[in-house]
């Protein structure tokens, strides 16, 4: 009886969340749009698509999964697991792409150019708070990114 009923709160439980990314492509950076179960959280900004190069392209379109990461640089950000060729990559605060990202995703309010936003922290905070509240309740946190 008490393992049918774990199962059952089990598959009542939503153990997932889906956060979806959908770019838009320019020479000089790529900007998007995250969302998750249709409803839109913030703009990101990353570098320019350049065949996933290190350090000088935004990463391949594709299902990543997301955890907690810790730095002294960044301090409690969120990580993209397992990127084809890459590592590190994560969501973290920056305005301008070229000037403040390596292949990273950055989360901002509003978009001011290609690869370029304003107010990152603010929405960087919203995003971790959506994502670490879903991993503390022990859900995957994945990200499918498309264009």
């Avoid at 002294?72 to 920056?94: M, Q, T």
């Amino acid at each position: 009886m008490v393992l049918i009923t774990h199962w059952l709160w089990f598959k009542s439980v939503d153990c997932r969340m889906v956060l979806l990314l959908s770019r838009t492509y320019f020479p000089e950076g790529t900007n998007g749009k995250l969302a998750c179960d249709g409803q839109f959280i913030c703009n990101t900004i990353e570098l320019p698509w350049r065949k996933n190069q290190k350090s000088v392209s935004c990463i391949p379109e594709g299902y990543y999964l997301l955890r907690k990461r810790y730095s002294r640089k960044f301090h409690w950000h969120i990580e993209v697991v397992a990127v084809k060729n890459r590592s590190f990559i994560l969501l973290h605060p920056a305005n301008n792409a070229l000037n403040e990202l390596n292949g990273c995703i950055a989360p901002v309010t509003q978009l001011s150019g290609a690869g370029l936003g304003l107010q990152s922290r603010q929405a960087f905070v919203k995003v971790k708070k959506m994502v670490y509240d879903a991993l503390n309740q022990s859900a995957i946190v994945s990200l499918i990114i498309q264009s």
